[in-house]
């Protein structure tokens, strides 16, 4: 019976599942670096942008925000071939969760930047700074590292989000682990291996979040333990 178990795991549930997180890494870090860019330029548009493009920014984090995660990727990946646009899986999933986590950044970023103090936009425009220039070099750096926990926050989610992806038939981590409990019927050893991963992945991700805060931490705002 020992036996047994242990060949399910080395040639089974072992591979499966190395097979499953690897896909799920390549769909987390380019929908994480993707969504954080466009979260930052949703975001400096809702606050600094002329009216028109606020209002497009403002539409699209209404949208993305209202829509649940799975509807947008049935939408990207089931919905789009009508209007010929044609993505595999993969792309659909990356644009899904790229768009989704945007919208969200995006409310950080507004946060972050409307907590700047309007004597930093005056004082660098004194010294002969344009707008854009201020927005680039004297706020976003400061937003950014103020936006940070709460952005760390989206890409943990982010990391969960992900096992959506095998609803569009992109078998990642999730998929990887259905296909093998629908086989086998070890549902619960299946998902409690899939979800262990996932935890990894999570504790990992927080043990970096933690190291960037603390080597962006803006001086001057240190947290202090009382």
Known sequence: MISEELIFLSRELIPALLRGAAVSVRLIVPSAVLGFACGVLAGSCRVYAAPPVRWLADAYVAVFRGFPLLV???????????LGLYLTPFQAAVLGFTLCSGAYHSEYIR??????????????????MSRLQTIVYIILPQAVRRALPGCGNEWIYLIKYSS?????????LTGEGKIIASSTFKYTEVFAAVGFVYLLFVTLATWILKALEK?????GFEFHRV
């Open 72 to 82: 947008q990727l049935y939408i990207w990946y089931f919905g789009m071939p009508r």
């Open 111 to 128: 946060g972050a930047l409307l907590a700047i103090k309007r004597g930093q936009i005056l004082a660098a425009q004194a010294i002969g």
């Open 164 to 172: 959506l992806a095998y609803m569009v038939t992109c078998i990642e």
């Open 215 to 219: 080597r962006l931490t803006l001086p």
